[in-house]
């Protein structure tokens, strides 16, 4: 079995800074992407940014410039999510992935809100 499990969210103003976290445990092998979506109130969920194994990156088109994924590579199973410049529409929930060969983990999920 394989637990994630997200930390580092929180409220911040416009502007501001967040770093997420995302350690997993459990069997895991054939890690081919973790990774973070959000899901905003009234929204479907999306992806914000993952990372391959190898280190390729994508990310959403709202948050390029912004947000920086990157991974332990002393620790394959941890993950960070860096924010920066945060607008209120950055708000949501924030879950991280894991995809391992034809299984898809996630997290709980932590919350960002973003508001003066």
């Known amino acids: 079995q394989v637990q994630l499990v997200e930390s580092g969210g929180g409220l911040v103003q416009p502007g501001g800074s967040l770093r997420l976290s995302c350690v997993a445990s459990?069997?895991?092998?054939?890690?081919?992407?973790m990774g973070w979506y959000r899901q905003g109130p009234g929204k479907q969920r999306e992806l914000v940014a993952d990372?391959?194994?190898?280190?390729?990156?994508?990310y959403a088109d709202s948050v390029k410039g912004r947000f920086t994924i990157s991974k332990d590579n002393a620790k394959r199973t941890v993950v960070y999510l860096q924010m920066n410049n945060l607008k209120p529409e950055d708000t949501a929930v924030y879950y991280c992935n894991l995809k391992q060969g034809s299984l898809t983990h996630w997290g709980p999920g932590t919350q960002v809100t973003v508001s003066s």
């Open positions: 459990g069997i895991i092998f054939n890690i081919y992407a």
């Open positions: 990372i391959t194994g190898r280190s390729s990156t994508r």
